[in-house]
């Protein structure tokens, strides 16, 4: 060896590395996600620890979600020690209304689950994490785990319960925020999407799927709710509606405003991700440590 030349430590563990598994089909009706895992040295997971799961829904105004969107944010987790799953599920635009997306998402928690052993996933310690409309999706995975109504068969073995919820700039009060969008292009033909063809049936299905109706008091998962005081798309009363049921509930619920943010983009600040980590993220660590 040369002797002026430094030399540096490997990595026999790959620590701090993370690998990208694509197009997992979750679901017969051809739903996929997206795993970003701990990178597994000789992709032997068997000898890894259980990692914490993070269930990632991207928003898509409840059509079909961007799974590759938010994979550089995403990947840090997973670079840190978590499985994150990025899912997809069935779009309103294509003949699939309410709930079908969150039929779908629930089938994909139900998936990682029966599959926990092959990711190096820990059950035990599921987080939803979402955005817009998926923000309405994890909040309302929060406030009806495995609820009959939204179960299919498959996986039917596992739950479809999370442990935590973070949900960012998202959809809680349907009403309201339709009556805001009002006077959207083709408001009419998006509803319809939504909410069937029948528009004496609209408002009662906005009323069903807005997590607002959704609280009671009871043993629910601790929420993070985080909205842009420059969102002009979904605005932040749509937060603090939710963060005020739920405190007159006595549910574990913690809200922040994010000064300034719009509808994603400016959204992301450093501050945004720590407090994530120090309000969640810790909890679903410290719990098996």
Known sequence: ???????????????????????????????????????????????????????????????????????????????????????????????????????????????????????????????????????????LLGLTGDDPEFRTEEYSAYSDSVDAVVSCFAPTDLPALFDYLKDMPDANAILGAYFGSDPGHWHEEMEKYSPVNRVRPGNFPPFLLLHGTGDTLVPCSQMETLYLKMKEAGLNVKAAYVTGAEHEGNFWSPQVRTLIHETILRQLTSRKE
Request: with cysteine.
């Open 1 to 139: 060896m040369i002797p002026e030349l430094s030399q540096l430590p490997m990595n026999p563990t790959l620590a701090g590395q993370a690998e990208l598994l694509e197009n997992i089909r979750y679901s017969e009706n051809g739903q996929t996600l997206s795993l970003l895992l701990p990178w597994a040295p000789h992709d032997n997971r068997e000898n890894q620890a259980p990692h914490p799961l993070i269930v990632f829904v991207q928003g898509s105004a409840w059509t079909t979600p961007n799974l590759c969107y938010e994979i550089p944010m995403l990947s840090r987790y997973a670079e840190e020690g978590f499985a994150v799953a990025t899912v997809s599920h069935r779009s309103t635009t294509d003949g699939h209304p309410f709930p079908a997306f969150l039929i779908d998402v629930k089938c994909a928690i139900r998936f990682l689950r029966a599959n926990a052993k092959t990711y190096a996933i820990d059950p035990t310690r599921v987080l939803a994490f979402g955005t817009s409309s998926g923000g309405n999706t994890v909040c």
